[in-house]
């Protein structure tokens, strides 16, 4: 891997800064710029970069981040119930509180690998599902969901005797409301944040012994290193970036419930990683930002839209598009996030943002050649053989 | 006593299904080395191959009603008791057995069809490769049953004759609380059969030992000139008929809906998990040990001792089998072991 000039990365971090705060403007045309939509850019594109850190640089393919998430999401809430209405305090002791969480699971789960880390992983991603909605209920208030109410003690905001007000109070930033536009900029600027830790990680020294951890563990092994405490602190920084975003979900919507913590919700978000490109700086948070914008978009469709949609089409042809394309959206858009994923991995492993790579080479070999993508870590060693994962 | 025998019969069909699911995985994983994470979908299919054929069978035509004089009124009834009259109602209330019929040569085609179409791609690519591009797959097939079947489960009752409950306590001596309905008992014979078939297969055709060879070390059958990758379809095939007809008898037990197979799907890698990769005997043993102890773990006496232990049981003892014992129950030193 060629050295990236650290002039360059900050020219990155410029431009991602600037990408991301003027989403609101540069999204509107899509459809996408109000606050709610752009909210959720961001927390998943932070969920993403964790995940990355992860899977991206040590290749461990975990199946059970969102317990992290949903961990994050349930101590957000009791904060804002037994303590104050302010975001940081909140999102602080998540981050703390799903780390503490990663390091055990990943203490555990990291004694094997390949695919028996992804369903030790998997195996206790459930168990926390499955008591979030039995056992602990009286923790996470089971299938209801665990909600702000207006008598909630909130030691913190009573001794500064702040104000209750009418019906249930929201969320806050010293007084600014955490709801709208302001609450997509606390996490917009979180998520620049986050970039920022995630792109000095992939750079650091401690970053390189990752991407080692998966190209070669045992020749890493044999050279006297122990690649446990490497992938360990890889799991549980991914893991405190998972609890921060689900302290954001709480945030910007005080409500936790356990259906975050299904693996079919950690599913997701590997479906991100990779279709942004595994490895990647920008990768991630470009698949959270697509996969969140196509659900919205593609489950708003409905029969009527599709009907004035194709309406230039004659009736006869119309009748059977409108069909099959309505097995693509509404309910069922998911069908095309797994026909979409499905053509990824088999022609595009690499995600997007190996599609833009190989197009750079292809139109601009001599800039290519120069200097890697803008992403950085852009994957160019080959696929391991089977039987090495 | 009598709550024991009954947890434990509890166990066995729900032991069985697990099995079948789990053999199918091992026996795929064990020659395709290919890790699929489609076969929950693929058992879930099974169970909608028992609803279409239920739906097949009571396609209805509107005959007038003459019970009724005062005005005229149609009810809905099925072709088959309009052209056979009784033994079209035999064959109604048939139709999940009978939908075995229909599963076998639609689960062998969409088997034959997903190796060489995808699967074939993947031989050699990662295992995470594989787990993402099957795991998508199950995605695709879950959702066309849910927009052509709907959201919503689709009861498929067992036949009549056995809809009850067998007093199976009064056989043994036992107190009369040991009633177990008739229909697990079938489920568990009839999993048993087919994995005793499958194993038959395996263990007296030359086919089967061509096969065997294959999981053992597949490099040097290669060498020795037999075109492994072909019977590797044949294979895929065999391991999606089984967990298609595991699905389609499944369905008077639990009502299907599109989302069954994943339930299925996380709990059988488990159990392939605490058997042993590549290992089919471990497989079936560790199906009906986990089915067991699964049972065993929702009676009110342990979940009073252990709150919450039902919920998590399985996944319990799947961790500290792979930290204790890294093959599993009985799997082969040197597979998978990493």
Redesign the interface.
């Known amino acids: 891997m060629a050295p990236v000039s650290s002039r360059e990365d900050r020219l990155l971090l410029v431009a991602f800064a600037v990408a991301v705060l003027s989403g609101p403007l540069v999204l509107a045309p899509f459809g996408a710029g109000y606050p709610d939509l752009l909210q959720k850019f961001a927390i998943f594109g932070i969920f993403a970069i964790g995940y990355n850190i992860l899977f991206g640089l040590t ?1 461990y ?1 975990s199946f059970g981040h969102a317990a992290f998430l949903g961990v994050g999401s349930y101590t957000a809430v009791w904060s804002f119930k037994l303590l104050t209405m302010n975001v940081l305090p909140a999102v602080l002791l998540s981050i703390v509180m799903s780390g503490l969480f990663a390091l055990l699971i990943g203490f ?1 789960s990291l ?6 880390f ?3 992983t ?3 991603a ?2 926390s599902y ?2 979030a ?4 209920t009286p923790i996470t208030n089971g299938e209801t969901g665990l909600q702000l109410t207006r008598t909630d003690p909130r030691i913190v905001d009573a001794m500064f005797s702040i104000p209750v007000g009418q019906g249930i109070p929201s969320t806050s930033l010293f007084g600014i409301s955490m709801i709208g536009w302001s609450g997509f900029y606390f996490c917009a600027t979180l998520l620049i944040l986050s970039f920022y830790l995630a792109m000095r990680i992939t750079r650091s020294p401690f970053g390189l012994m990752l991407r080692a951890v998966k190209s070669n563990q045992n020749r890493l092994k044999y050279t006297g290193v122990n690649t446990r405490s490497y992938a360990l602190t890889a799991f549980v920084i991914s893991g405190c970036y998972a609890g921060l975003a689900g302290a954001l979900l709480a945030v910007t919507d005080p409500l936790a419930g356990a259906d975050r913590m299904q ?2 919700a950690s ?1 997701e978000i ?2 991100m990683t ?1 279709l942004g490109g595994a490895g990647t700086l920008l990768g991630p948070v470009l698949g959270a930002g697509i996969i969140k914008y196509l659900e919205n978009i593609f489950s708003s469709f409905n029969h009527q839209i599709l009907h004035n949609f194709f309406s230039f089409l004659p009736d006869a042809i119309e009748k059977p598009v409108v069909g099959v394309v309505s ?1 693509f959206v509404g ?2 858009w ?2 095309t ?3 979409l ?2 053509v990824l ?2 022609f595009l ?1 690499g995600g997007l943002m190996e599609g833009v790579r190989r197009l750079r080479v292809r139109f601009f070999p001599a800039d290519a050649a120069g200097s890697v993508t803008a992403g950085g870590a852009a994957k160019s060693a080959p ?7 | 006593m009598d709550a024991i025998v009954l947890q434990l019969l509890n166990g066995l069909d729900k032991g069985g299904a697990y099995a079948l699911i789990a053999l199918g995985l091992t026996l795929i994983f064990g020659t395709l080395g290919v890790v699929n994470f489609t076969h929950g979908a693929l058992f879930m299919l099974g169970a909608f191959c028992a609803v279409s054929m239920q739906m097949l069978l009571r396609t209805s035509k509107q005959v007038k009603d003459t019970s009724v004089t005062f005005f005229d009124s149609y009810i809905d009834v099925p072709y088959l008791q309009v052209w056979f009259g009784d033994t079209g109602l035999q064959l109604i209330n048939y139709a999940v057995p009978l939908s075995i019929l229909l599963a076998i040569p639609l689960m062998l085609l969409i088997g034959i069809l997903i190796e060489r179409g995808l699967i074939r791609r993947f031989y050699h690519r990662t295992h995470a490769d594989q787990i993402l591009v099957t795991f998508g797959l199950a995605i695709v097939l879950q959702e066309l049953i849910k927009s052509f079947f709907g959201a919503n489960p689709i009861p498929s009752p067992a036949p009549a004759l056995f809809a009850g409950s067998a007093n199976i306590g009064a056989w043994f001596g036992l107190g009369d609380s040991v009633s177990y309905p008739w229909w697990r008992m079938v489920y568990f014979a009839f999993s048993l059969v087919v994995i005793a078939l499958v194993f038959a297969f395996l263990q007296f055709t030359t086919f089967g030992m061509v096969v065997r060879a294959g999981m053992r070390d597949r490099e040097t059958v290669g060498l020795l000139g037999i075109h492994i990758e072909r019977r590797f379809t044949i294979v895929f095939g065999i391991a999606v008929v089984v967990a298609g007809i595991a699905g389609a008898m499944y369905t008077p037990i639990v009502t299907p809906d599109y989302r069954m197979g994943m339930d299925f799907l996380v709990l059988s890698f488990v159990v392939v998990v605490v058997g042993g990769m590549g290992s089919l005997p471990g497989a079936v043993a560790a199906g009906f040990l986990l089915g067991i102890l699964q049972s065993f773990a929702s009676m009110n006496e342990v979940k009073q001792i252990i709150p919450g232990i039902d919920q998590i049981i399985i996944y319990l003892v799947a961790v500290v089998i792979l930290l204790t014992r890294p093959r599993g129950l009985m799997g082969r030193k040197g597979v998978m072991e990493d």
């Open positions: 290749g393919l555990i004694r094997r690998s390949g695919i028996y992804s369903i030790l998997l195996a206790f459930q168990m499955n008591l909605y039995s056992v602990l693996w079919t599913g590997v479906l990779i097995l309910e069922g998911e069908l996030l797994g026909v994923f499905l991995i088999v492993p696929r391991a053989v089977p039987g090495q994962a």
